[in-house]
C-alpha cells in the first residue's frame, strides 16, 4: 500500500483506534489499552461495500412490508407500509410526524447508500479529497438521525395501545429498516477516510501534497488533511 510520504503511516507509525496513542506498527498492540494496532482499518472497503449491499437489499423489504398492524374491535386489522404511513399521517393533518417519518425513513437512507458509494469510489481514485472527507464527516453525523422514525413507532404504539379495544403490533417492515439503519451506520464506522488520502498520493493529485509553511525556526512539510 502507498502512503502519503508526509502521513504518519510512511514512517510506520499507527494510530490507535480506540485511544489515541501514535505508536510503531510493529509494536502490534497499543501499550496503553492493548489494542491491535493497524496502518489503516483492516478489509475496510471489502465491509463497508459488503454492509452497504446487505442494507441494500433489505431497504426493499422495508418500505414494502408494513411496519405496523393495527388490530381493531371496531375496525378490524389495518396494516401499513412506511409511504402509506406517510400519506395516512399527512390526510389526518400530522405534517411534522408526515415529514419526519418521510425524511428520516425514505430520504437518508437514499441519500446515505449515494454517500457511501461515493466514498468508496473516493477511496479507490483519489478525487476530490478534501470534499470526500467532508462527506464522509456529514455521512456519519446524519447516520444517527435515520433511527428517529423507529422512535415514532414506539412512541405511538405506547400512547395508542388500548388493551381489548385496540392492539398495534410491529410488522416486518420495522424490523428490516431497523437492519438497515444499523448496517449503514456500522458500513459509515467500518469505512476508513484516511483510504481516500492515500488514494490521492498515489494518483498524484495536488490536493493531497505536503505544503511548506513557514515558521520561526524555519519550513517543515505539514499536510492540512493529515489522517495519520
Not at 410526524?97 to 479507490?124: D, E, N, Q, R, T
Amino acid at each position: 500500500m502507498t502512503f502519503d510520504p508526509a502521513s504518519a503511516a510512511a514512517r510506520g507509525l499507527a494510530h490507535c483506534h480506540s485511544c489515541g496513542k501514535l505508536e510503531p506498527v510493529e509494536t502490534g498492540h497499543c501499550p496503553r489499552c492493548h489494542t491491535p494496532l493497524h496502518l489503516r482499518k483492516p478489509a475496510s472497503l471489502q465491509h463497508t461495500v459488503a454492509l452497504t449491499i446487505s442494507a441494500a437489499i433489505l431497504y426493499l423489504p422495508a418500505n414494502l412490508l408494513p411496519v405496523l398492524r393495527v388490530e381493531s374491535t371496531l375496525k378490524g386489522t389495518q396494516q401499513n407500509t412506511i409511504l402509506g404511513g406517510v400519506v395516512q399521517f399527512w390526510q389526518d393533518g400530522d405534517y411534522p410526524v408526515a415529514l419526519i417519518i418521510f425524511i428520516a425513513s425514505v430520504m437518508i437512507p437514499l441519500l446515505k447508500f449515494f454517500a457511501i458509494g461515493a466514498l468508496c469510489l473516493g477511496a479507490y481514485s483519489g478525487r476530490w479529497p478534501r470534499a470526500m472527507t467532508q462527506l464522509y464527516r456529514i455521512t456519519d453525523y446524519i447516520g444517527r438521525w435515520s433511527m428517529v422514525d423507529v422512535f415514532v413507532v414506539a412512541i405511538l404504539v405506547g400512547v395508542v395501545q388500548l388493551g381489548a379495544v385496540m392492539t398495534i403490533y410491529p410488522g416486518g417492515g420495522a424490523f428490516a429498516f431497523a437492519g438497515v439503519v444499523v448496517l449503514m451506520m456500522i458500513a459509515a464506522h467500518s469505512f476508513d477516510p484516511r483510504l481516500i488520502w492515500d488514494a490521492a498520493a498515489r494518483k498524484g493529485h495536488a490536493a493531497a501534497r505536503p505544503i511548506e509553511i513557514a515558521t520561526a525556526g524555519g519550513e517543515y512539510s505539514a499536510d492540512p488533511s493529515f489522517h495519520g
